[in-house]
């Protein structure tokens, strides 16, 4: 299965401390996409790098990508309640004629204020 | 701007009743289409995607249908309904061709009684 694994399945944090949240796939990608999932509501696009590039950042948000490794991780820095979600990451399979997402399982993300 | 819209927000239904689920598209054109599952707790699980008016390609073998009458409404269908067709059901669109993200609806919850 191409399917992403995040790791860990739940993380919980304070308020201003760092949140790491990492993914593995198992084949080659042509991109590999973070979204964030409020309880309840429909996912919302985060960050997406493609598979040359190593490093993106938008705002508190900071995301590597090693191909090599097949793996990803996203980072959000200064944590706020407001960022507590789940988030998912999704790759897009290099070798398929359709351009198909596949989720994995996410990881719920608790920040205490 | 391009907005999506999903109906009903929620759904009871009992065991062997149909199902409709409606999502349309609006502000783009000629949209790649999507129908994802999520059970509970669980990552998405891509059902159907389109690329086109009644071009469906099904992802999962199932109880479910899926059409796509006019460019930018998909419809997720079932003659009869099943208890393990409960869940949260996310259509997503994004642009035509072999890159971008999706943007999602904000869901129908189904149960299944």
């Known amino acids: 299965s191409q399917q992403g694994e995040e790791d860990p399945q739940a993380l919980s944090i304070q308020e201003g401390e760092n949140a790491t949240m990492n993914c593995s796939y198992k084949t080659s990608i042509n991109n590999l996409q973070w979204y964030r999932q409020n309880s309840g509501r429909g996912l919302v696009h985060l960050i997406l790098i493609r598979s040359n590039e190593r490093e993106k950042h938008s705002g508190r948000l900071r995301v590597t990508l090693d191909t090599s490794k097949k793996s990803s991780s996203l980072l959000i820095t200064a944590s706020r309640a407001a960022d507590t979600a789940s988030y998912f990451c999704?790759?897009?399979?290099?070798?398929?004629?359709?351009?198909?997402?596949?989720f994995g399982k996410g990881t719920l993300l608790t920040v205490n204020p | 701007s391009q907005t999506i819209h999903q109906w009903p927000a929620t759904l009871v239904q009992p065991v062997g009743s149909p199902l409709s689920l409606e999502c349309t598209v609006e502000g783009t054109s000629n949209p790649n289409l999507y129908w994802y599952r999520q059970a509970a707790g669980r990552g998405l699980q891509l059902l159907f995607y389109?690329?086109?008016?009644?071009?469906i390609s099904s992802e999962v073998p199932q109880n479910l249908s899926a059409s796509r009458p006019q460019d930018r409404q998909f419809i997720l269908s079932s003659k009869k309904l099943l208890l393990s067709d409960s869940g949260f059901y996310l259509c997503?669109?994004?642009?035509?061709?072999?890159?971008?993200?999706?943007?999602f609806g904000e869901g129908s919850r189904l149960t299944v009684l």
């Open positions: 997503a669109w994004k642009t035509s061709g072999n890159t971008g993200e999706l943007f």
């Open positions: 389109s690329v086109g008016i009644g071009q």
């Open positions: 999704a790759t897009v399979f290099s070798g398929g004629s359709n351009y198909k997402l596949t």
